[in-house]
């Protein structure tokens, strides 16, 4: 299982950007799904998860900002961050995990400037 993320660039503080994280190699949903980010310097942390029951997790930063929704029938997720800071400046990595496995993307930077 392959997981590619993408949407990441350059962007305005106060504007938007959605990311796509595609999974291959598996047909089926996940358990969760989700992204983590890492910014310079700084421990990757959680930034919004979904499971497969729709429970919405949000890191307390993004609440009100980021949106984590799925497309089922892509079996795709993806993450739109709306009002952006320049805090919000790192690498997003997609996520999922199913059972003890954890499968992560690549990657995409996300930079936003003040």
């Known amino acids: 299982v392959q997981l590619q993320a993408s949407g990441g660039g350059l962007v305005q503080a106060g504007g938007s950007v959605r990311l796509t994280c595609a999974p291959s190699g598996r047909r089926g949903s996940f358990k969760i799904m989700g992204w983590h980010r890492q910014a310079p310097g700084k421990q990757r942390e959680l930034v919004a998860s979904?499971?497969?029951?729709?429970?919405?997790t949000y890191a307390d930063s993004v609440k009100g900002r980021f949106t984590i929704s799925r497309d089922v029938r892509k079996n795709t997720w993806y993450l739109q961050m709306n009002s952006l800071r320049s805090e919000d400046t790192a690498i997003y990595y997609c996520?999922?995990?199913?059972?003890?496995?954890?499968?992560w993307g690549q990657g995409t930077l996300v930079t936003v400037s003040s």
């Open positions: 979904l499971t497969a029951g729709r429970e919405l």
């Open positions: 996520y999922a995990a199913e059972g003890t496995i954890n499968y």
